[in-house]
C-alpha cells in the first residue's frame, strides 16, 4: 500500500484545514487507517484512527474539533480539522494497517497555524 498526503498550508488561528491521503496498491487489504502529527522538536504523535468497521478515535487535544473520514475502499483518508490552534502546527502523516500486520506510511504535509 502506497500512501499520498496532500492539504497542508497556513491559516490562522480559529481556521479549518482538509488533509487528503490516497492509497494506492493493496487498498482492500487495508484494515485502519491513522493521522499523525510531529511538532519540531517533539515526538511523532497519533491523532486519530478510522477502523475497517468504520469506528472512529480521536486524541483528546483534537477530539471535537478534527474529523477523520474515508467514503470506501477507493477514497482517499480525510482529515478536517476545524478550530485549529497554533499548536496544531506540526507535519502530518498518514498511515495505514493492512495485510498480515504491516504498516505504510505517506510522506508528510505541513501545517501552520499562525498569525
Known amino acids: 500500500v502506497q500512501l499520498q498526503a496532500s492539504g497542508g498550508g497556513l491559516v490562522q488561528p480559529g481556521g479549518s484545514l482538509r488533509l487528503s491521503c490516497a492509497a494506492s496498491?493493496?487498498?482492500?487489504?487495508?484494515?485502519?487507517m491513522y493521522w499523525y502529527r510531529q511538532a519540531p522538536g517533539k515526538e511523532r504523535e497519533w491523532v486519530a484512527e478510522?477502523?475497517?468497521?468504520?469506528?472512529?478515535y480521536y486524541a483528546e487535544p483534537v477530539k471535537g474539533r478534527f474529523t477523520i473520514s474515508r467514503d470506501n475502499a477507493k477514497s482517499p483518508l480525510y482529515l478536517q480539522m476545524n478550530n485549529l490552534k497554533p499548536e496544531d502546527t506540526a507535519v502530518y502523516y498518514c498511515?495505514?494497517?493492512?495485510?498480515?500486520?504491516?504498516?505504510?506510511w505517506g510522506q508528510g504535509t505541513q501545517v501552520t497555524v499562525s498569525n
Open positions: 496498491g493493496g487498498i482492500f487489504s487495508i484494515k485502519s
Open positions: 478510522l477502523t475497517s468497521g468504520r469506528t472512529t
Open positions: 498511515s495505514a494497517l493492512w495485510g498480515s500486520s504491516m504498516h505504510s
